[in-house]
């Protein structure tokens, strides 16, 4: 793990302490990455609902629900044909050093 030092005026260092604390933090370092870590998941929800308003003012899908299954479903059909020709036999690939799902008896 890495590690940063933060030079920082004396009343953010106490309120700091203050916050590591009350909160119920262990260290000053735990509060600091809870504030890290929860700054970027607010960065994740910022950037979720960006891409949402995008996808709305976008426009209307083309194609419908019915055509993006078919073309999911097309997808799917293509990446199976695929798996097929590379286990050359027929059957659908297994990941090397998968187990079997048969059982001995």
């Given at each position: 793990m890495g590690s940063l030092n933060i030079n920082m005026p004396d009343d953010l260092r106490a309120y700091i302490d203050h916050r590591t604390r009350e909160g119920g933090f262990g260290t000053p370092t735990?509060?600091?990455?809870?504030l890290i870590r929860r700054d970027r998941d607010?960065?994740?929800?910022r950037r979720l609902e960006r891409l949402l308003l995008e996808g709305l003012q976008s426009g209307t899908a083309r194609g419908g629900v019915k055509g993006l299954?078919?073309?999911l479903h097309k997808r799917?059909?293509?990446?199976?044909?695929?798996r097929k020709g590379?286990?050359?036999?027929g059957k659908t690939a297994r990941p090397k050093g998968a187990r079997s799902r048969r059982t001995r008896a």
């Open positions: 735990e509060y600091v990455r809870h607010e960065e994740a929800q299954f078919k073309r799917v059909d293509e990446l199976a044909a695929e590379r286990a050359g036999n």
